[in-house]
């Protein structure tokens, strides 16, 4: 098992931030992990809203809302047989900024257990473009890093 930390802090306020996280069907146009996305249900996104991404390392999954409360906390879940965890999302508004915890969890099922390194290193990898990726979107500026 893999579990992955990362703060940040972005300047801009919560309800920015979260917005732009919970617009999963969008990732694609900031994320460099990601090479499509798209919203796969309809109505209010909350728990149980689904999305399918094009993830770089792991190709075309389903991922899916969980504890979901506005401006404090939503998981990314991946709906995968050969791994099970998430990327939890915490906020904290301070003032005009905000602090983002991201936990993400990878467990390796099955088979898959044997990849356990390689699984944990793509997870950091990633965990650590996405969170770039957000903070230039949302600041206007440029990520330092850009993966293919």
């Known amino acids: 098992m893999a579990l992955i930390s990362r703060t940040q802090v972005i300047a801009r306020p919560v309800d920015d931030v979260f917005d732009t996280v919970i617009d999963a069907g969008n990732y694609a146009s ?4 990601i090479t499509a996305s798209r919203r ?10 689904r999305f399918e991404w094009k993830l770089r390392g792991f190709g075309t999954v389903i991922q899916q809302f ?13 709906q995968l047989r050969s791994l099970a965890g998430g990327h939890r999302f915490l906020f904290t508004a301070e003032g005009e900024r905000t602090r983002v915890d991201h936990e993400l969890e990878m467990i390796p099922r099955g088979v898959f257990r044997l990849f356990t390194p390689i699984i944990a290193r793509t997870g950091r990898n990633n965990l650590r473009a996405t969170a770039e990726a957000l903070r230039a979107h949302l600041e206007g500026g440029q990520a330092t890093e850009r993966l293919g």
């Open 66 to 78: 969980e504890e979901f409360r506005r401006n404090e906390r939503v998981r990314i879940v991946p």
């Open 40 to 49: 796969m249900d309809e109505g209010e996104i909350g728990d149980g809203s």
């Open 30 to 33: 900031w994320n460099p992990t």
